[in-house]
């Protein structure tokens, strides 16, 4: 008896089995469904994240009367608006916003441009000691805050900086926070080659920092740029022992001043604090899809 062997067709294409086939979400451009859980989780770190916010602007429309009250409100009252005019009056919150917004605008221009730069040395320059230098502006980091307050202070108080906005600029000015983070961001996202490219076109140091490493970095400065801002605008301790509210104030120490007094108004404190948060809101709700694109973005491309 002879069995005939059928040789298949060089164009046809076996049908991949059942167990090796991949779920359709999973495969290369599908969309993976969070399921029911996830949403719920997301939203109950949502309303978390929220309720602080929420809770400052309640508490920011009534009075002192009801929030010693128990149980104390949950819903707005009457009282927002006036309670804003008068904190924002007593606190001097007009000059406290300005001199705010522009150290907080210096320091984070500064620190985006000097950690970028130093950022590039250690990431892509080849000099003695790079490896020794690191770990020194990583080891700066583990130091608390709170142990270089004396030696600063009696720097600021001997140059005559006290009450004076230059006294919380300079020590911001630098940051080893910065200076790690766009190292580790320039290590991936810009590629040796085109550095070389560069250098064989003729191009000096500060041409390829302006013309190849800023480009290629802009979204790491975003983020670094915001985190900075956010950073200084939220400080308290410094600004508090080196500025007064009549002279010029921060926002914090502006709105610290609503505390004082033998019983101080928790609603007015609450209308400062509401206050002083208001600007960086609406700063990330204008610019926050912006900086997540560009974090996608330099992602894509390291």
Do not use: C
Request: cysteine-free; charged content about 10%.
């Amino acid at each position: 008896m002879t069995t005939t062997l059928t040789k298949p067709p060089a164009d046809a294409v076996p049908e991949p089995s059942s167990r090796g086939r991949r779920p359709k979400s999973a495969r290369a451009g599908g969309t993976l469904h969070a399921g029911p859980i996830a949403y719920v989780i997301l939203a109950l770190f949502t309303i978390g994240s929220l309720f602080p916010l929420v809770w400052t602007a309640i508490a920011a429309s009534r009075d002192t009367q009801r929030l010693a009250e128990n149980p104390p409100p949950f819903w707005f009252g009457s009282n927002l608006f006036n309670n804003l005019e008068i904190a924002w009056k007593d606190a001097n919150l007009g000059e406290a916003f300005f001199n705010t917004t522009f150290v907080a605008g210096v320091s984070a221009a500064t620190v985006v441009f000097l950690s970028t730069i130093a950022g590039f040395a250690f990431a892509k320059l080849r000099f003695k000691g790079r490896n020794a230098l690191m770990l020194i502006v990583i080891g700066t980091m583990m130091v608390p805050p709170q142990l270089s307050v004396i030696p600063l202070y009696m720097m600021v108080a001997k140059l005559d900086w006290t009450d004076q906005l230059q006294a919380v600029i300079f020590p911001s000015l630098v940051s080893a926070f910065g200076v790690f983070f766009m190292r580790q961001y320039l290590l991936q996202a810009l590629p040796d080659e085109i550095i070389e490219a560069a250098r064989v076109d003729g191009a000096s140091s500060w041409r390829v920092v302006w013309h190849v490493v800023f480009p290629a970095a802009r979204p790491a400065m975003a983020v670094l740029g915001m985190l900075v801002f956010v950073q200084t605008w939220n400080d308290f301790l410094w600004p508090f022992l080196v500025l007064t509210q009549n002279g010029n104030p921060t926002v914090q120490v502006a709105v610290s001043a609503l505390g004082r007094g033998y019983t101080p108004d928790q609603s007015l404190i609450m209308a400062g604090a509401l206050l002083g948060t208001l600007p960086l809101l609406i700063v990330f709700a204008i610019f926050g899809k912006q900086i997540v694109g560009g974090i996608m973005q330099g992602a894509v491309k390291g």
